[in-house]
């Protein structure tokens, strides 16, 4: 099972990104999926999660400007980032759980910067 991320780049101050995870192997059952990031010199946090439900959450600092999604079919979680600030610069990471079992995807630079 592997997590394959994209999306990153560099993006101008109020500007948008949206980010992708695809799910691909052997896979029998996905989980809650989630998007995390890693700013430098910080500890990595999660960003936002949802349940194979639909139900999403947030942190706190983020709500209203991120938006988490998925697509059951496709094994795909995404997360749409509005009005980017430069604090907002990390790596973002996708995580999911495959098979009953937590998987993470390699990482994409965010880099929000004028």
């Known amino acids: 099972v592997q997590l394959q991320a994209s999306g990153g780049g560099l993006v101008q101050p109020g500007g948008s990104l949206r980010l992708s995870c695809a799910a691909s192997?052997?896979?029998?059952?996905?989980?809650?999926m989630a998007w995390y990031r890693q700013a430098p010199g910080k500890q990595r946090e999660l960003v936002a999660a949802?349940?194979?439900?639909?139900?999403?959450h947030y942190a706190d600092s983020l709500k209203g400007r991120f938006t988490i999604s998925r697509d059951n079919a496709k094994n795909t979680v995404d997360l749409q980032m509005n009005s980017l600030r430069p604090e907002d610069t990390a790596v973002y990471y996708c995580?999911?759980?495959?098979?009953?079992?937590?998987?993470w995807g390699q990482g994409t630079l965010v880099t929000v910067s004028s």
């Open positions: 192997g052997r896979i029998f059952s996905i989980g809650n």
């Open positions: 949802i349940t194979s439900g639909g139900s999403s």
């Open positions: 995580n999911a759980v495959v098979n009953w079992g937590p998987f």
